[in-house]
């Protein structure tokens, strides 16, 4: 969980009935340390369902052969970005962040694929919290990665686009793709 923001826990009680009915044992959940008590208060009901972990920046978690280490995003509250690590390959997930603080792009340099806030198309409505895609593209070049790809788009927003016209738009950037649901990492 990199942030306590409705987008991103309002699906959170569909694991209820996985875990009672599927998992038979609690589901580890790595949370921000300021969002266990809002867990809580949220989902009274799961708290024997999901046993939080409060992650810290810079410590890793391992899964099989991948590491995953939280980094420190602006969003305005606190949030993590994800650094996901195999091998040489290196893949950062940056959902919803404003730019990235200076220690986080040192860390993120060079990443294979940076998964960025794109959540504006042209004005950027919270520019503390969010990136348009024209700022995503400018900072995945800032910190040279590989490929970026905009994520967390909300083109109904400050001015309309189609999915076919933010294609040929970013078109003329090559390393650039849009995030879609199911996308796979050749990590
Ligand atoms: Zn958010
Ligand atoms: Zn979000």
New binding site residues.
């Given amino acids: 969980m990199t ?1 306590w ?1 409705y ?2 826990f309002g699906g959170l009680g569909e694991l209820e009935y996985y875990v009672r009915l599927q998992r038979n044992e609690p589901l580890g959940f790595a949370v921000p340390p300021s969002a266990e008590s809002q867990f809580a208060a949220a989902f009274p009901y799961m708290l024997d369902c999901l046993s939080c972990v409060p992650w810290e920046f810079g410590t890793s978690f391992r899964f099989g052969d991948i590491r995953i280490t939280p980094l420190e995003a602006n ?1 305005g509250c606190e ?1 993590a970005g994800l650094l996901l690590e195999s091998g040489t390959k290196r893949l950062a997930y940056f959902t ?1 962040t404003a730019r990235l603080p200076e220690t986080t792009k040192k860390a993120v340099a060079e990443v294979d694929w940076l998964i960025c806030d794109a959540t504006f198309h042209d004005e950027n409505w919270f520019p503390d ?1 969010h990136m348009s895609v024209d700022q995503a593209i400018e900072m995945g070049r800032e910190v040279a990665a590989r490929h970026i790809v905009l994520a967390h788009l909300a083109l109904h927003y400050a001015n309309p686009i189609t999915d076919k016209d933010l294609r040929n738009k970013i078109s003329q950037h090559p390393q650039v793709s849009l995030a879609y649901d199911g996308m796979r990492f050749g990590l």
């Fill in positions: 942030h923001h987008d991103h969003h949030t919803d919290q």
